[in-house]
């Protein structure tokens, strides 16, 4: 059992660069987040999705893009690369049942020069 | 709108004894969940511990335990017995009722255990 599984783990990107980061599970979860870690901040929440087909904006959502066309799936597309964008990339899932454990991917440390 | 706030950046400990670490969140909201998770140097994202805000008995894990007061807004971590392995940031989470799943986590306490 994979769980969740995050690529890739290292990037070094140029400003102005696209690229997506690749997210799946393998839990059958109905519940995706994808969520980004910096010093002093703690994770806050870029982008989350309920099920396939339905995707919604957390709290720092510009700049990014993702969709969920299956239940396994759900990628986080940097559109242009900024310096801003420099950080930790969590993607995590979840049943919809209310107390229960997010389960997180390893991570993408992501670096824009 | 909830936030979560945790007010010690760094912590340390000796070895075998115990250490807590404190967690503030604000919401209006009656039902609700929070957990720690732990972070240790290999990145990965663990869950500790849990607690729902409706359950007045405090939570416990082996070593772990909290303290919730809800009235207060208050979920300290307290580790009894501390181990080396048990060294890493520690962050708190709130998660509310039909939001999906979302989480709402604290800046993180990195907790060193010393020998």
């Known amino acids: 059992n994979a769980g969740v599984t995050q690529t890739p783990k290292f990037q070094v990107l140029k400003t102005g660069q696209s690229m997506t980061l690749q997210c799946a599970q393998d839990m059958n979860h109905e519940y995706m987040s994808w969520y980004r870690q910096d010093p002093g901040m703690g994770l806050r929440l870029i982008h989350y999705?309920?099920?396939?087909?339905?995707?919604d904006q957390g709290e720092v959502p510009n700049g990014y893009n993702v969709s969920r066309s299956t239940t396994e799936d759900f990628p986080l597309r940097l559109l242009s690369a900024a310096p801003s964008q420099t950080s930790v990339y969590f993607c995590?899932?979840?049943?919809?049942?209310?107390?229960?454990?997010?389960?997180f991917g390893q991570g993408t440390r992501l670096t824009v020069v | 709108a909830q936030t979560v706030t945790q007010s010690q950046p760094e912590m340390s400990v000796q070895e075998a004894e115990t250490v807590t670490l404190s967690c503030t969140y604000d919401t209006s909201e009656s039902n609700y969940y929070l957990f720690w998770y732990k972070q240790p140097p290999s990145r990965q994202m663990i869950l500790v511990i849990r607690?729902?805000?409706?359950?007045?008995q405090n939570a416990t894990e082996n070593r772990f335990s909290v303290n919730f007061q809800k009235a207060a807004k208050s979920f300290s971590l307290k580790i009894s017995d501390s181990q080396l392995g048990d060294t890493a940031m520690y962050f708190c989470?709130?998660?509310?009722?039909?939001?999906?799943?979302?989480?709402?986590f604290g800046q993180g306490t990195e907790l060193s255990v010393k020998p």
């Open positions: 995590a899932s979840s049943y919809r049942g209310r107390n229960t454990e997010a389960f």
């Open positions: 607690q729902e805000a409706y359950k007045q």
């Open positions: 989470a709130f998660k509310g009722v039909d939001q999906g799943g979302k989480l709402i």
């Open positions: 999705s309920v099920g396939a087909g339905i995707t």
